[in-house]
């Protein structure tokens, strides 16, 4: 019998090396009593391995369209209808496979869902509608939510209240976005004040079988600047902390494309250009002095009538 106890003390002692036999498992609880039968005693103890490390997505960028008849007033406001595009920033080391997605507008009035959107990178929030989408390991990936937002009234809110005529567009970029952050906080104000202070939209994307992998709050009267990237540094920590904002530049971008498609007599204003004119001169490097010319106009065929890229 004192052979038996001196075994089962031994194998005590042995316990919490055998615990951190393996770094990736730990104990959790204190061992189990010893347990005699048939001339030999063990103690069992309760391993526990760590969950696996999530994967980590975060927002870039995110902007509001509007739909393509927007600029189509009705009655009921049925046309005054945006989607939701964000690029995502996987920061995980594995690839990630978004299968779905859902829209939510949170303490709004007024502002609520509306009918789907379908197309190419657009994540529905049930599977069978959706193509799923592969955000690579430390890569992003553009998509929208199929769910559609209605904002009553906005058309005429903005059409009083922001001089559309003095927004420029920078050109070649999907969406283009407009120049200025003064109009694109006039437009977060005016959606702040319309449809609620502490109205946010909340984004949630799913991977495998309706699995959540994130869920953003976005608010709707808070705009980003042009540069934004989806971080900022915390004043009192010194840390960069995630935060995904709306940058309605690229919503007033796409307005005014859409605009200068239904109202032929409205024109975007035109960006300030400056052109140089080269004078030969061997007194100056490359044997050119440049001085302020004559900007050539440039013969352009008639624009279509269609949706610019983005919009």
């Not at 992003?140 to 927004?167: C, H, N, R, V, Y």
């Not at 980003?224 to 960069?240: A, L, M």
């Not at 975007?268 to 004119?277: D, F, N, S, V």
Request: proline letters at 8%; a neutral charge; aromatic letters at 8%.
């Amino acid at each position: 019998m004192r052979a038996l106890l001196l075994r089962a003390v031994a194998l005590a002692s042995l316990a919490p090396l055998l615990a951190h036999a393996e770094p990736q498992v730990s104990t959790s609880g204190p061992c189990s009593p010893i347990g005699a039968s048939g001339g030999s005693a063990e103690v069992r103890c309760t391993f526990a391995a760590p969950a696996p490390k999530r994967a980590k997505v975060v927002i870039k960028n995110a902007w509001l369209r509007p739909s393509p008849g927007f600029m189509v007033p009705r009655t009921s406001h049925s046309n005054e209808i945006a989607f939701l595009t964000v690029v995502l920033r996987n920061l995980s080391d594995k690839d990630i496979l978004l299968t779905s997605a859902k829209l939510e507008v949170v303490g709004a009035t007024g502002a609520t869902l509306q009918g789907r959107y379908f197309g190419d990178g657009v994540l529905q929030p049930s599977i069978g509608d959706t193509t799923p989408i592969r955000v690579p390991a430390g890569d992003t990936a553009q998509i929208t939510f199929g769910d559609s937002i209605a904002f009553p009234g906005l058309l005429a809110s903005i059409e009083k209240s922001i001089d559309t005529s003095q927004i420029m567009v920078i050109e070649g970029l999907k969406p283009p976005r407009s120049n200025g952050d003064e109009f694109s906080e006039q437009l977060a104000s005016l959606i702040a004040e319309s449809y609620g202070k502490n109205a946010f939209l909340r984004a949630s994307v799913f991977t495998e079988d309706y699995q959540l992998l994130e869920a953003f709050k976005i608010p709707l009267g808070k705009s980003s600047s042009f540069f934004y990237d989806g971080e900022r540094v915390n004043k009192k920590t010194g840390r960069h902390v995630f935060e995904p904002l709306i940058a309605y530049d690229a919503f007033l971008g796409c307005y005014l494309k859409l605009k200068a498609l239904y109202f032929p007599d409205f024109k975007i204003a035109e960006t300030p250009t400056t052109c140089l004119e080269g004078i030969p001169d061997d007194t100056k490097p490359f044997g050119y002095r440049y001085q302020e010319g004559e900007c050539r106009a440039e013969k352009k065929s008639a624009p279509e009538k269609r949706l610019p890229p983005g919009c």
